[in-house]
């Protein structure tokens, strides 16, 4: 009777929430968990190791340094920044057939295209083909912002400024005639950069565009005559300027230039004698870096990488090693309210 | 229902504005009644309150100037201005730019929230109406009133401001308020107004024709002082306190009644009381600022680390570099410090986020979900009195996981403050107990069937006695039933109220004496009315009146009052009751056999923690009493020694008594007391009782409460009235304590880890001591020079009890522990004089629905009843703390692993302050991608459940001794987090180097790397909170699992090509999602990542648990073993108190009430007594006083009060009368 008298306004709510008595699930590390769970997790990562290892040990690769540091290498010549248009040559010689597709990369080291102001140093606007950013880049792209007569850089900013401009051709040696390898240059960015990150500009002829605009100074060509043979390679979206508009996150890296993948070459490059010729260009030695070209096929995880089985391995092995370890102690400290 | 109003009233929160515009400059104060103009000349406060701080204009310039006042938002504001800067901007200003706004925006809502519930209620309070005499009386808001304004007051109504009371509708213009808002009191107080005022009546020509000047004190704080003089026909009268009604007073049993605006509005003295709260600050709090200072450091370090790698970098590297790299201007100037120092702001704003901003959002939200989680535990309801628990103070949850030390308060807090009579014993045979058939004792619980009193109208139905034979035998009329109801009816210092015919309310001095009368009501002897001459009672029925003689009152050395009477027969008796042992010594010789029985019942009384009083009866022959009538007469009319030579009178007429009995009056303990302090002390937790009860009554309360147990190896009481005397006791306590545990602690040592609550049960027994200071000991205890023997002392024993208290000492004691034992303390109380000691306290808590409001007020949490305070610690408290430091581990962890990842990337950017994450990555991932999963967990988890928590309060141990987050841990946590960013950085960096996609280009740019690093980073967080989270509620789920989703979902968004088309140069990663996630060899180095950077954690965790179990961890086993079987309830067990403890005259007792009923004073205008004051008779000593010498003898009782009070020197100043007394008395309970 009382009780029904009473006020009961204030009253909180009786829902799980407010009680904190929500449903929950409570799980325990225990024993049973955790033991063979290290165990299982480690013989997965074996297994994933040593597939990855095998894998990895299939990938050829041939990587050759042609920087011409050496005396008796044949670029030795052009390694001086004062020789201009110098052009050098790299023979090696398969002797097995280098399994297709063959992809060729040049490599460049100690290359600090992680470096802040140096990934900064561009107009995404401009790149992009908004004119307006070819008559004022962004000023981020200062000092390849403006040329000495204040004339706008396009494509401004030293990223673009450095674009490696070494050329390579690549030649079988069949019965002392040099058999051009043709290269496949399409598709080698991604298919982002070359539809949607960059745009040329829509003015026909491309040309028109960088009126009243300078190339970059380590430039030979403007942008628009990159590939003057094929429009949609040209410009902005310019297969090797987006391959190496796309930076490497760390210093020692290679980018992608060819593919092999055509005519006799489309299954691999044969055993046999070859020759490449490097129109050598870009100077590195300058900073202590190196340049060099790399040939290799891929497999189902992508290019040669030991790192990555190995580290499988030694994790995987790892997880066992403590499964092991947490079993003795189990066995031999678990507390007694554990028994049931 | 006061509690409501007070909210009106007093809103707590914005008392800062009373003291920034508080006028020092005011000297004097000099108010004219019914003058306007005279009084506007002053710069008096209207009575309007402004309690809130802001406008709508004003809001966003202060709330802003008041944000950026805290470090933290400074911070981030600094860090904003240098992302500004081009040179050193290595991040976009949105990454810091949009969760400080969000931060700000979310701080200034709450604060605009809470700033309209101020003013709101300002708005209800100054625009309630008073009546306010403008030449007639009319309704005025309250916010109009103004100073010298003349106000009418009703009864039950707010006083609107603090005025001088003029007149009233009670005789002598006395009236009567309630003063529970203001100090905590219930009972009623009474206050006069001047002779020459209280002849105004109501009537309103002369009261607007009034105009006497008040010259005053200016606004000042002192509830209880006021000096002031008023100017009225050329005539000067004092004023004082008693004269006055403060605003937040309530009028009671007063008709109506006029006064006079003195202060208003913020000068009222309860606006000037709400002093700022004092900001508390939780030990976590403390840490982890030292923590975030640290941090700093590092960050600081790190920094220089990478500028000093910088100019190196720029000397050997960059300077050749330089080709494709041209520098900028100064570094063109070879000035590669120069460079170094820009690059070290540079990672100062990229590496800002090892202390993100939301880490201070989010401790603010946890801990506000902590205090809902009280605010609406229905544990912690009390449905009798409608009152929830409350979280007053949001910052202090984790702390209350932490407390050693409870100072609480006795009276309201532990007891009741209800006495019940319980038992009785009657010539010789003990009642009140209740035998089943067959003889055994019953335990009485709820259930147990009450006595019928429903043959008495009159009687009270709140009462309740189970033993039935002492209803027959006041039926069959039992001569000595009768006789100890009729005294217990007639002697007593209560007034009755009679409302409606037969709904009698007494207004007893103490709660004791009221049970006492009330008892004796329902056992048929009504006490019904009094004059200042007779008594009435309804013995039976029938009204039977009584001449009142004479009261001999009660005072601290007799322990005993007297009433002598004269019944219709015209046989004249005196009726005694009183403290057993003195009752005893005046006995007539033949009641030895009597007296050997009665003392029987009491020690079994006493030992059940029962107050006792024995009764004692004399007739008295007419000669006799007239002649010391005439001796008593002569005796209180004499100036020297007046007081001695009643005394001596007194005594000589109280001597051979014949004994009737004695009484068992219950200080009913508030529900699982003793079991709450049995469980905290299991939780080893100190609790110390601070009140201002007699050292007999706390000590009863310490033993009812199991406190203070017989089995106690010794009880220490200090009591010394010197320096030296205290000194001398403390130290032979301490010597005691050490000599003897000398022998078991080591025995102690090694069971105190042991898993059992039962061996910390014994182990808390087998060393039990316990220590009793009285106040005016205590007093010289505190001196700076004791305080340590003290503390020491005080902290050897289980129990310490402190009576006699002032609250000023009890916020010294609380200041003592808490500065010295580098303790977390916790008080509790319930009124007005606990106070001090709750905002001493780093917890205060107060008992709400009690005694006013005062003590929750102060307070940081409120519940209705002490045993609340078991679950708040055991429960929410370690919860909290639990909580909290999971959450702080974890958050450092996370932004550990964040942020140090640019440092290792740094080695190999050229320390150019390059992000290895995207943006907009490093702005959402703080307050996105993980902060609903750590807020899930800061809220929900559980590591025991609250039953185990009850069950095992060991398990609060770890809060105490810091365990769960200290500097330690947050090494590890770092450590931990430091660890994983390297991982996560350098298995990338390994696979990445030479990294190929599968159709042959590239993938080992930038940008991928980023993705690939963010997107492991993100996965490894989510699983550690996973195996951080002991207790997953679908809230849980939802965020952990949504968190990931809108990672992708976010990831997808922001790589996509539609965004990148609006804002190019704000989405550069467009594509890298879809090119970077779609390779298989991607996925398996994030696969690698994750499992590299968890398992070693796990296996630790994994490896700890098994070889060094904490208790929480055997008891989460237990948990989950137990998880199919019901629990057991363990109770704890309830130990019956043993005590065989004599009580003595525990009553809270007194003098002063038989003068003032015997002079009239105090009664009500019935319409027997209607009219001026009765005459004199000789017959009645008491009345031989008048108005004056009562003052004066009350005033001299004061010096005898042995406690020198806080506010001692304002009584000596200020008139003193009954009232103060009371308060005086009631505030050091």
Known sequence: MMKEELETANRPDNTAFTQQRLPAWQPMLSAGIVIPGFVLIGLAFIGIGVALFIASQNITVLERDYTGVETVSDCYKCSNPSVKNCTCKLDFSLSNLFEGPVFFYYGLSNYFQSQRAYGASKDEYQLSGDLDYFKTPNSACSPYQYDANNNPIVPCGSLANSMFNDTFKLYQMVNGTKKLVPFDGKGIAWWTDYNIKYRNPSVTPLKNAFNGTVKPPFWSKPAYELDTSDPSNNGFVNQDFLVWMRRAALPDFRKLYRRITEGDYASGLPAGNYSLEIAYNYPVLSFGGRKKVVFSNVSWMGGKNQFLGIAYLVVGSLCVVMSMVMLIVYAKFKFPEDDK | MAEKWLWMLMPWRGCWSSRGKRDGQEEERHVRANDRDYNDKFPYADNHIKTSKYNVFTFLPINLFEQFQRVANTYFLVLLILQLIPEISSLSWVTTTVPLV????ITAVKDATDDYFRYKSDQQVNNRQSQVLRGNLQNEKWMNVCVGDIVKLENNQFVAADTLLLSSSEPYGLCYIETAELDGETNLKVRQALTVTSDLGADIAKLADFNGEVICEPPNNKLDRFTGTLYWRD???PLDNEKMLLRGCVLRNTDWCFGMVIFAGLQTKLMQNCGRTKFKRTSIDKLMNTLVLWIFG??????????????????????????????????????????GFLTFWSYIIILNTMVPISLYLSVEVIRLGHSYFINWDRKMYYIQRDTPAEARTTTLNEELGQVEFIFSDKTGTLTQNIMVFNKCSINGKSYGDVYDEFGHKVEITERTACVDFSFNPLSDRKFRFHDSSLVEAVKIEEPSVQEFFRLLALCHTVMPEEKNEGDLVYQAQSPDEGALVTAARNFGFVFRSRTPETVTLYEMGTAVNYQLLAILDFNNVRKRMSVIVRNPAGHIKLYCKGADTIIFDRLDPSNQDLMNTT?????????????????????????VLEEWMKRLLYASTVIENREEGLADLYEEIETGLMLLGATAVEDKLQEGVPETIACLTLANIKIWVLTGDKLETAMNIGYSCNMLRDDMSEVFIISGHTSSEVLQQLRSAKEHILGLSRVSSTADVEKTDEFSDDSVFEETIIAEYALIINGHSLAHALEPDLEQVLLETACLCKTVICCRVTPMQKAQVVELVKTNKMAVTLAIGDGANDVSMIKTAHIGVGISGQEGMQAVLASDYSFAQFRYLQRLLLVHGRWSYFR??????YFFYKNFAFTVVHFWFGFFCGFSAQTVYDQWFITLFNIVYTSLPVLAMGLFDQDVNEANSHRFPSLYRPGQLNLLFNKRQFFLCTLQGMGTSFLLFFIPYGAFCLAVSDDGSHISDQQAFAVTIATSLVIVVSIQIGLDTYYWTAVNHVFVWGSLAVYFAILFAMHSDGLFSIFPSHFPFIGTGRNCLTQKSVWLVIMLTTVACVMPGLAVRFLKTDLYPTLTDKVRCLQQASRKLRPQEQNLRRVRRTSSRRSAYAFSHQQGYGELITSGKNMKVTASTAG???????????????????????????GETPVACV?????????TSEGNTRTQQTLMD
């Open chain 2, 102 to 105: 969000l931060v700000l925006v």
């Open chain 2, 235 to 237: 005539n000067k009268y």
């Open chain 2, 298 to 339: 590092f960050l600081v370090c790190m920094g220089v680390i990478l500028a000093i790698g910088n100019t190196i970098w720029e000397q050997k590297v960059g300077r050749s570099f330089s080709v494709y790299l041209l520098w900028d201007e100064p570094i063109r100037n070879n000035n590669v410090v120069f460079s």
């Open chain 2, 599 to 623: 003392s029987e019942h009491l020690y079994e009384f006493a030992g059940e923690g029962l107050r006792t009083l024995a009764l004692a009866y004399k007739d008295l022959d007419e000669n």
């Open chain 2, 884 to 889: 909290m430091c999971n959450f702080l581990f």
């Open chain 2, 1172 to 1198: 001026p004051s009765p005459p004199l008779s000789p017959s009645s000593p008491g009345r031989v006083h008048n108005s004056r010498s009562l003052i004066e003898s009350t005033l001299k009782r004061k």
């Open chain 2, 1207 to 1215: 506010s001692a020197e304002a009584y000596g100043t200020s008139g």
